[in-house]
């Protein structure tokens, strides 16, 4: 649990007001009276460089030296109309999410890192029946499972002005296409606003590490994403997380954009949402999803350290992530339906020296096995060749075996082709005039970081021909 030590003494004026702060606000702590206790006193000096200062306050391992009130209701999430506590991961999307909207909006929360405490983890299973769901946020002793924007702004009651402002670009979408638009868009000083259902930096965010984006012989996902919104941001790109566009129609020359949070105008639009893990349709899939069966190592990885886990897929997608979870799984088993893989030879070359990594090619998995319980218990697959089925037992499994673009709310505005793909000509222009679409999503895209950088360029060239 959340320990929380204060060193001082009663006749400390500043130590009674931080108790009475902590008293009001129901937050258990253990005071630790200096003049009672030689030790006490000798760790208070250790702290403070010698110095004998109280109230000296310990939070989860990290000291604070006399913190007043605000501090403390902004370590602790103390608000005006309760406590809020979130916890999560740094590597987690939705919490990034979740973070920076509580953060724009000026709202205290205490981050719980179930990264650095085991006692955490335990806690979001016992709060989601045995699944490991972040962020998991605490609101005055009521619990919300990754809740949206919308959710959080209704259960702190924050107000949510009118948008009255015309944006030269609406782009929806903030992975790589996306921010490469928006520099471009800005830089051209064309007022620009992205709209991101989740986390900035889209799929490229949940990429442990790339090696093929030029100047980075190596760069993680998140530190290259967390760069190009800076840039996107210092030349004024107005971004908004959680917003879930559900609409888009056009009056007189502008495009309205209704989200779940609001309706925004713009002169044009950039369709650059990506896409999502494709499924195996397989029985007991959809059950285990979050418990067992997962779609992103980068996101999941850690709750399997030391454990067995299954890779399903045979792309750059599988073996890349495959080969990052045997850093510290105990054991990896990629399960390919092919004979062969398709991924780059670079990955595959990396595969036989890496000891606790095992291959089972031309296999076709049929059914995901449920304990008694109804946790994750393994992969039943079967052998195209003989027919023989086999259960491959693990402790999770990640499936990487394509992807599907993000377009379903626009079916019926711009031509796409018959697998969703967006179909686009000369300057990325859709067959709406003033819609554009870069990325994943669009048709005969290359689903690689640099290329989705090169296609926001287009993007940001189509809109300065329409508005020119």
Same mark, same amino acid.
């Given at each position: 649990?959340?320990?929380?030590?204060? $060193?001082?003494?009663?006749?400390?004026?500043?130590?009674?007001?931080?108790?009475?702060?902590?008293?009001?606000?129901?937050?258990?702590?253990?005071?630790?009276?200096?003049?009672?206790?030689?030790?006490?006193?000798? &760790?208070?000096?250790?702290?403070?460089?010698?110095?004998?200062?109280?109230?000296?306050?310990?939070?989860?391992?990290?000291?604070?030296?006399?913190?007043?009130?605000?501090?403390?209701?902004?370590?602790?999430?103390?608000?005006?109309?309760?406590?809020?506590?979130?916890?999560?991961?740094?590597?987690?999307?939705?919490?990034?999410?979740?973070?920076?909207?509580?953060?724009?909006?000026?709202?205290?929360?205490?981050?719980?890192?179930?990264?650095?405490?085991?006692?955490?983890?335990?806690?979001?299973?016992?709060?989601?029946?045995?699944?490991?769901?972040?962020?998991?946020?605490?609101?005055?002793?009521?619990?919300?499972?990754?809740?949206?924007?919308?959710?959080?702004?209704?259960?702190?009651?924050?107000?949510?002005?009118?948008?009255?402002?015309?944006?030269?670009?609406?782009?929806?979408?903030?992975?790589?296409?996306?921010?490469?638009?928006?520099?471009?868009?800005?830089?051209?000083?064309?007022?620009?606003?992205?709209?991101?259902?989740?986390?900035?930096?889209?799929?490229?965010?949940?990429?442990?590490?790339?090696?093929?984006?030029?100047?980075?012989?190596?760069?993680?996902?998140?530190?290259?994403?967390?760069?190009?919104?800076?840039?996107?941001?210092?030349?004024?790109?107005?971004?908004?997380?959680?917003?879930?566009?559900?609409?888009?129609?056009?009056?007189?020359?502008?495009?309205?954009?209704?989200?779940?949070?609001?309706?925004?105008?713009?002169?044009?639009?950039?369709?650059?949402?990506?896409?999502?893990?494709?499924?195996?349709?397989?029985?007991?899939?959809?059950?285990?999803?979050?418990?067992?069966?997962?779609?992103?190592?980068?996101?999941?990885?850690?709750? $399997?350290?030391?454990?067995?886990?299954?890779?399903?897929?045979?792309?750059?997608?599988?073996?890349?992530?495959?080969?990052?979870?045997?850093?510290?799984?105990?054991?990896?088993?990629?399960?390919?339906?092919?004979?062969?893989?398709?991924?780059?030879?670079?990955?595959?070359?990396?595969?036989?020296?890496?000891?606790?990594?095992?291959?089972?090619?031309? &296999?076709?998995?049929?059914?995901?096995? &449920?304990?008694?319980?109804?946790?994750?218990?393994?992969?039943?697959?079967?052998?195209?060749?003989?027919?023989?089925?086999?259960?491959?037992?693990?402790?999770?499994?990640?499936?990487?075996?394509?992807?599907?673009?993000?377009?379903?709310?626009?079916?019926?505005?711009?031509?796409?082709?018959?697998?969703?793909?967006?179909?686009?000509?000369?300057?990325?222009?859709?067959?709406?005039?003033?819609?554009?679409?870069?990325?994943?999503?669009?048709?005969?895209?290359?689903?690689?970081?640099?290329?989705?950088?090169?296609?926001?360029?287009?993007?940001?060239?189509?809109?300065?021909?329409?508005?020119?």
């Amino acid at each position: 649990m959340i320990k929380i030590k204060m $060193y001082g003494a009663d006749w400390c004026s500043d130590c009674r007001r931080a108790k009475s702060f902590l008293d009001q606000n129901n937050v258990e702590y253990e005071f630790i009276d200096v003049d009672l206790d030689a030790d006490a006193t000798a &760790k208070v000096e250790a702290i403070n460089g010698g110095k004998r200062i109280i109230p000296t306050i310990i939070i989860d391992g990290k000291n604070y030296t006399n913190p007043d009130n605000a501090l403390l209701a902004s370590l602790l999430g103390i608000n005006s109309n309760g406590r809020m506590l979130l916890y999560g991961a740094d590597w987690c999307s939705d919490c990034r999410r979740a973070k920076g909207y509580l953060e724009s909006n000026g709202i205290n929360y205490q981050f719980i890192d179930i990264d650095s405490h085991d006692w955490a983890v335990k806690k979001v299973e016992a709060i989601n029946n045995g699944k490991r769901i972040i962020p998991t946020v605490v609101f005055n002793d009521i619990t919300y499972t990754n809740p949206s924007n919308v959710e959080l702004r209704d259960v702190l009651g924050i107000d949510v002005e009118k948008i009255e402002k015309v944006y030269d670009t609406i782009i929806i979408g903030g992975g790589a296409a996306g921010l490469t638009t928006s520099i471009y868009a800005q830089r051209d000083r064309f007022d620009s606003l992205i709209l991101e259902k989740k986390n900035i930096g889209g799929n490229a965010f949940l990429t442990e590490k790339i090696e093929n984006y030029p100047g980075f012989e190596s760069i993680s996902g998140p530190d290259l994403m967390d760069r190009m919104k800076d840039q996107a941001e210092t030349y004024g790109a107005d971004i908004r997380t959680g917003e879930e566009v559900t609409a888009i129609d056009k009056k007189m020359e502008l495009f309205n954009v209704t989200t779940n949070m609001g309706v925004y105008s713009a002169k044009t639009i950039v369709l650059a949402t990506g896409s999502t893990y494709r499924k195996l349709g397989i029985p007991n899939e959809s059950e285990l999803i979050g418990v067992g069966v997962h779609f992103c190592a980068t996101c999941d990885g850690a709750f $399997y350290r030391d454990k067995e886990i299954i890779v399903i897929g045979g792309g750059n997608s599988a073996l890349e992530e495959g080969i990052f979870l045997a850093k510290f799984c105990k054991k990896v088993t990629i399960v390919n339906w092919a004979e062969e893989f398709t991924a780059s030879k670079t990955y595959i070359d990396k595969l036989p020296s890496i000891d606790n990594i095992t291959v089972l090619s031309n &296999k076709t998995s049929v059914e995901f096995e &449920k304990t008694e319980n109804g946790l994750f218990g393994g992969l039943k697959v079967k052998d195209n060749e003989s027919g023989k089925e086999e259960l491959v037992e693990a402790d999770g499994a990640f499936i990487f075996i394509g992807l599907i673009p993000n377009t379903d709310n626009f079916k019926g505005l711009i031509n796409m082709d018959d697998r969703g793909f967006i179909v686009t000509k000369n300057l990325a222009e859709t067959s709406v005039k003033g819609i554009f679409a870069a990325g994943d999503c669009r048709e005969g895209a290359i689903a690689q970081v640099a290329a989705a950088t090169g296609e926001g360029v287009l993007a940001s060239y189509g809109i300065r021909s329409f508005l020119k």
